[in-house]
C-alpha cells in the first residue's frame, strides 16, 4: 500500500473511475462554470467556481469578499451561475456549505437542506443543499 501515490498514480485511479462511471451511465459531460465578479478598479471581489455533469449544476464554491458582502453579488453570481446551467440542460443544481458559512444565503434562494454531516468540524455541520432549476424559479430569484 502507497500513503503518497504520484500525481500519475491519482490520474490512473481517476480515470479508471470516469471509464467504469461511463460505462454504467455514459459519460458525465462535465463542463467546468466559473464566473467571476469584479469592482470598478478590475479587483476581484467574487466569483462561483462550479460544473456541469450529468443535467446537474455543481457550485463548489462560491465567495464574494468581506467588504462587499451583502450588497446582491453573492446573489448575481449564483443567479448567473443558475441561468447559465439552465442554457446548458441542467434541471437540476447542488452544493455543499459549512454551518459558519452560507446555508441560510442559500436556503433564501431556494436550496433545501438534503443532509447534514454532524460535527465537521467540532460543534459545526456540513450541509448538503439542492434545487429544481426551471427557468421560472431562477426568474424568480432575480426579484
Known amino acids: 500500500m502507497n ?12 480515470e479508471a473511475l470516469y471509464r467504469f ?7 458525465d459531460g462535465h463542463t467546468p462554470l466559473n464566473i467571476v465578479e469584479y ?6 471581489i467574487g466569483g462561483v467556481l462550479g460544473g456541469t455533469y450529468w443535467g446537474w449544476l455543481y457550485i463548489d ?3 464574494v469578499q468581506e467588504s462587499h458582502r451583502l450588497k ?8 448567473e451561475a ?11 443544481a447542488h452544493l455543499d456549505t459549512m454551518s459558519w458559512q452560507a446555508p441560510e444565503f442559500y436556503k433564501k434562494h431556494g ?3 438534503i443532509g447534514v454531516l454532524p460535527d465537521i468540524p467540532s460543534g459545526n455541520q456540513k450541509y448538503l443543499l439542492m434545487k429544481a ?4 424559479s431562477v426568474e424568480n430569484e432575480e426579484k
Open 3 to 14: 500513503n503518497s501515490p504520484t500525481e500519475n498514480e491519482i490520474k490512473y485511479i481517476r
Open 21 to 27: 462511471n461511463s460505462e454504467k451511465v455514459g459519460v
Open 39 to 44: 469592482d470598478e478598479n478590475g479587483i476581484i
Open 61 to 63: 464554491i462560491l465567495w
Open 72 to 79: 446582491g453579488i453573492g446573489s448575481k453570481l449564483l443567479s
Open 82 to 92: 443558475e441561468k447559465e446551467a439552465l442554457h446548458r440542460g441542467c434541471h437540476h
Open 111 to 113: 436550496y433545501e437542506v
Open 133 to 136: 432549476l426551471d427557468k421560472q
